[in-house]
């Protein structure tokens, strides 16, 4: 790893650690410097998105919906099966999640016009007010988050992860078929 004159962080000193106390490990312990950055960064972005959401009075999770409904357009309606692939979530979770999002009045149950045996998943004003809002400021909190990196080193970053992320089966096909883990990223 080059250091460059910066302050080691956890995962260098770790490796540094490790590198004087089994040398013959230096090697190996390469793809470390990689995915523990990943997997601390993710500590912290999950920390603190949720105290972000937490301050709109919703869950991740919540705003996952929201966010999949209004990523949909008009009329910012999907059924509950559409909206687990990206979610990441047992059908029970989904419903849990939109119990609650439909007691705080930003979605509602409608049938669908075309089967009547299907109920869809709508956004609400308030719900469409609310998702715009709130994503505003998502990406704010997101560019803040990587304010230390200058434009060119976050689009090398985003286009490493992005080979990282298909060459394990991250996709997300046309039709909507969620892929390997069925994950959203920035909702």
């Given amino acids: 790893m080059k250091n460059d004159g910066m302050k080691n962080d956890t995962v260098a000193t770790f490796i540094g650690q490790w590198e004087a106390e089994r040398p013959d490990l230096a090697e190996a312990l390469r793809p470390v410097e990689v995915l523990a950055r990943i997997q601390r960064m993710t500590r912290i972005i999950d920390k603190q998105l949720k105290t972000f959401m937490a301050g709109h009075g919703l869950e ?106 298909l060459a394990h089966g991250d996709t997300f096909g046309a039709a909507g078929a969620a892929d390997a883990t069925g994950a959203p990223t920035a909702s």
């Fill in 60 to 165: 991740v999770g919540e705003f996952d919906v929201l966010a999949s409904l209004r990523r949909s357009g008009p009329p910012y309606a999907l059924t509950a099966g559409a909206l687990i692939p990206a979610a990441m979530v047992t059908s029970g979770a989904i419903t849990n999640r939109i119990d609650r999002l439909e007691a705080k009045g930003l979605v509602e149950r409608v049938r669908d016009d075309v089967d009547r045996r299907s109920v869809r998943i709508r956004l609400t004003a308030a719900g469409l007010e609310t998702s715009g809002k709130v994503m505003e400021e998502h990406l704010r909190h997101y560019a803040e988050l990587l304010a230390p990196l200058d434009r060119e080193s976050a689009d090398r970053l985003a286009d490493a992860l992005h080979v990282l992320l």
